[in-house]
Structures are given as structure tokens and as C-alpha cells.
T-cell receptor, first 111, second 112 residues
Framework: GEDVEQSLFLSVREGDSSVINCTYTDSSSTYLYWYKQEPGAGLQLLTYIFSNMDMKQDQRLTVLLNKKDKHLSLRIADTQTGDSAIYFCAALTSGTYKYIFGTGTRLKVLA | SAVISQKPSRDICQRGTSLTIQCQVDSQVTMMFWYRQQPGQSLTLIATANQGSEATYESGFVIDKFPISRPNLTFSTLTVSNMSPEDSSIYLC?????????FGPGTRLTVL
């Protein structure tokens, strides 16, 4: 089945860019997502990309998809302390129509 | 987007008891999902609940332990039965709307 992997931690300084990486195994995944989870809260959908796209930009967020390498990244420009959270990558599998979540990356923004 | 509410937001329960979690959506949706998020972990899908049919459970989850109801297109319940401390977790419901998945705020369950 699909496996989605992420690095566990990332620390950046306020104002710098953050890049959170994700790899997945199922090449037939149709949609790939980024979610944000703040302490004590549910998951907030940040953005997503369809598998036939290479890049999607939405304000400070840029998603890059390398389908050949099955690699997804989320770049946050001008990172703020309010961006400190856990970021989950997820893939929608085409066959079983399930969302498979990565392990989550804890982003810490230093003032 | 869909707005989802869950009740209760948190609870502390004694082992051996059961808790029913409610999930309400502000629009009609076909697919609803129930997830568990154990402390410091990612999300694990418990089951998919479609209106008018039995819930489909993932490996490791059974109906006797996690019975689910889906009486209409805007509501679902998940019951955690005969609880043990290992059931302490956050339980999240979510809905799929046009290939976007939206989550409720979660129910934080602690079993003593």
C-alpha cells in the first residue's frame, strides 16, 4: 500500500523560507495535500496539487511536485512565528480512494 | 469548504465504559471518515462511513469496538466501546468534498 514519509523536525528563523519535504510510494496517487495542525486543534487544509501539475503557488505557499521521484515539497516564504505547527503531507490513492498521511513535520520558527 | 463540529471536544473516561462522539457537517456529503491520532503520531484511518451502508473498517479496527452510525448526509457518530487506557487519543472526523478533505476539531479522549 501507499507509504508517505516526512522528516520529523524543521527549525527556521523568522523571515527565512521553510521547505518541508515529503516522499510517497504510490505513483498513481491523484492528489497530494498539505495540512497544518496547531496544538490542540484539528487539521487545516493548506493547499493541494493535482498529480499532473509540477507547481502550485498560493500566497506565501509554494508546492513543488516531482512525480518521477515521487517527491513533494511545501515552501513557506517569509516564515512567521504563527507558522509554527505540525505539517502533514497526504496522498489520495486512486484505487481505494483513501487519504494516506505522512508522519508529520514539526516546524519551529525562532524569533 | 465544509465546516465540521464534533462533540464532545474532550472527555476523561473510566476503563470499561463507552463514549459516543458526534460529528456534524454544515453540508451534505457522501463520504465521512473517522481517524485516530495517538499522542505525537500521525493519523490512522479507523473507518469510512457512507450514508445508507455499513461502515468499512481498516485493518486492526472492528465494528464491535468502534461502532459507527451514519443516519443521514450531515451526521455521524463513532462509539469507542469498552475503553482501555490504550484508547486514549484524539479522534477526528473528516469529510470529502470534491477531492478535498476537511477535518473537525477533534475529540481528545483520556481513559483512566
Amino acid at each position: 500500500g501507499e507509504d508517505v514519509e516526512q522528516s520529523l523536525f524543521l527549525s527556521v528563523r523568522e523571515g527565512d523560507s521553510s521547505v518541508i519535504n515529503c516522499t510517497y510510494t504510490d505513483s498513481s496517487s491523484t492528489y497530494l495535500y498539505w495540512y497544518k495542525q496547531e496544538p490542540g486543534a484539528g487539521l487545516q487544509l493548506l493547499t493541494y496539487i493535482f498529480s499532473n501539475m509540477d507547481m502550485k503557488q498560493d500566497q506565501r505557499l509554494t508546492v513543488l511536485l516531482n512525480k518521477k521521484d515521487k517527491h513533494l515539497s511545501l515552501r513557506i516564504a517569509d516564515t512567521q512565528t504563527g507558522d509554527s505547527a505540525i505539517y502533514f503531507c497526504a496522498a489520495l490513492t486512486s484505487g481505494t480512494y483513501k487519504y494516506i498521511f505522512g508522519t508529520g513535520t514539526r516546524l519551529k520558527v525562532l524569533a | 469548504s465544509a465546516v465540521i463540529s464534533q462533540k464532545p471536544s474532550r472527555d476523561i473516561c473510566q476503563r470499561g465504559t463507552s463514549l459516543t462522539i458526534q460529528c456534524q457537517v454544515d453540508s451534505q456529503v457522501t463520504m465521512m471518515f473517522w481517524y485516530r491520532q495517538q499522542p505525537g503520531q500521525s493519523l490512522t484511518l479507523i473507518a469510512t462511513a457512507n450514508q445508507g451502508s455499513e461502515a468499512t473498517y481498516e485493518s486492526g479496527f472492528v465494528i464491535d469496538k468502534f461502532p459507527i452510525s451514519r443516519p443521514n448526509l450531515t451526521f455521524s457518530t463513532l462509539t469507542v466501546s469498552n475503553m482501555s487506557p490504550e484508547d486514549s487519543s484524539i479522534y477526528l472526523c473528516s469529510v470529502d468534498s470534491n477531492n478535498e478533505q476537511f477535518f473537525g476539531p477533534g475529540t481528545r479522549l483520556t481513559v483512566l
